[in-house]
């Protein structure tokens, strides 16, 4: 699914028009993003839970060499299903 999709969807449930129905789709897109950008949790009721973990750097090794490199800290998104989205998914 894409975001015209999501934008489609907008636009045959509620009604609005299909520019009005891409600036909401827009709207929520952008305030998960500054959310998430903060480092703060987003969790929807029945849906599930956006986290941002902070991974430490640490040291890896590249397969084809042997070489040990060090793997740079950086941020991370995790999505967790609610117990509702895994029941629905499952059957």
Sequence with gaps: MTK???V????EKVGFSKKE???IVEAV??????ILER???IKISGFGNFIVRDK??????NPQTGEEIEICARRVLT???SQVLKNIING
Excluded: H, L, Q
């Excluded at 489609?8 to 636009?11: C, G, L, N």
């Excluded at 897109?29 to 500054?34: A, G, H, I, P, T």
């Excluded at 430490?56 to 090794?61: A, D, F, M, T, Y």
């Design 4 to 6: 015209a999709d999501i």
């Design 8 to 11: 489609e969807r907008v636009y």
């Design 21 to 23: 129905s891409a600036e």
């Design 29 to 34: 897109f952008d305030n998960m993003k500054e």
């Design 39 to 41: 480092g703060e949790k």
């Design 56 to 61: 430490k750097p640490r040291v890896g090794r």
């Design 79 to 81: 999505f967790r299903p």
